[in-house]
């Protein structure tokens, strides 16, 4: 089975995930992609979908699913969405597609977060894939030099602009054993809107596709 295969084996698996009437938070990315396609013969049945970037949006709209602004919603029953890093405990690297704030935004106001994932994402530590952060444009230097100092190598995201119109400064270089406190310190720095590390809001539940068959793990607590 190759990549995208495994991809489309997980995110199917999601589906099981969906029930009548629910409100089902989307994020953003190849996976998900075999997400939404999936989710079309649920498109009467879901109260809506709440998207995390404006690629999803179109492609939810595409197949008739109706799409809500968050604000008009009282959250998401499930949030769906896939990783570029994942650990045992759930904790993610996002960000990869660039719709790392929006996704974070939506994970939180979601009951459930159902990661979909192929089993290649699957880590011991986070940190061989950079780490996004979005930042505003004019602190886009002041947060290079303090990553820097962090002892990460920043580097601009060339021709990239986000959805909410920033740039991503993908940081190579970190080996991240304390998830949870790099997200809280990354936050801190003027200028930083969101990092892709989803730790302190982690996923419940991984849906891993792997060629000797699907694996689930869910989030000890
Ligand atoms: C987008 C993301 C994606 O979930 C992540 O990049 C994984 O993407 P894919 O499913 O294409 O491997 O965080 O911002």
């Known amino acids: ?42 498109k009467h049945r879901i109260a809506g979908a709440v998207s995390s970037s404006e690629a999803s949006t179109r492609r939810l709209k595409d197949i008739g699913i109706a799409v809500r602004e968050l604000n008009d919603t009282d959250g998401c029953e499930i949030y769906v969405d896939g990783a570029d890093e994942v ?32 089993a290649s994402k699957l880590v011991p530590v986070l940190g061989t894939f950079p780490l996004p952060v979005e930042v505003i444009p004019m602190a886009r230097s002041l947060v290079a030099r303090q990553l820097v100092k962090l002892g990460g190598r920043p580097v601009l995201r060339e021709g990239f602009v986000t959805d909410n119109g920033n740039v991503i400064l993908d940081v190579h270089g970190l080996t991240i054993t304390d998830p949870a406190g790099l997200e809280s310190e990354l936050n801190q720095f003027p200028g930083v809107v969101t990092n892709g590390l989803f730790a302190r809001r982690p996923a419940d539940v991984l849906l891993l596709g792997d060629p000797a068959g699907m694996r689930r793990i869910d989030r000890k607590r």
């Open 87 to 118: 650990t045992e405990h759930l904790a993610m690297v996002k960000g990869g597609g660039g719709a790392l704030t929006r996704e974070k935004i939506v994970a939180q106001a979601s009951r459930r977060f159902v990661c979909i994932a192929d």
């Open 1 to 42: 089975m190759d990549q995208d295969a495994l991809k489309k084996q997980c995110a199917q698996a999601a589906l099981a995930f969906v029930e009548d009437d629910m409100m089902v938070g989307v994020g953003t990315g190849s996976t998900v992609n075999h997400f939404i396609a999936a989710l079309a013969p649920w």
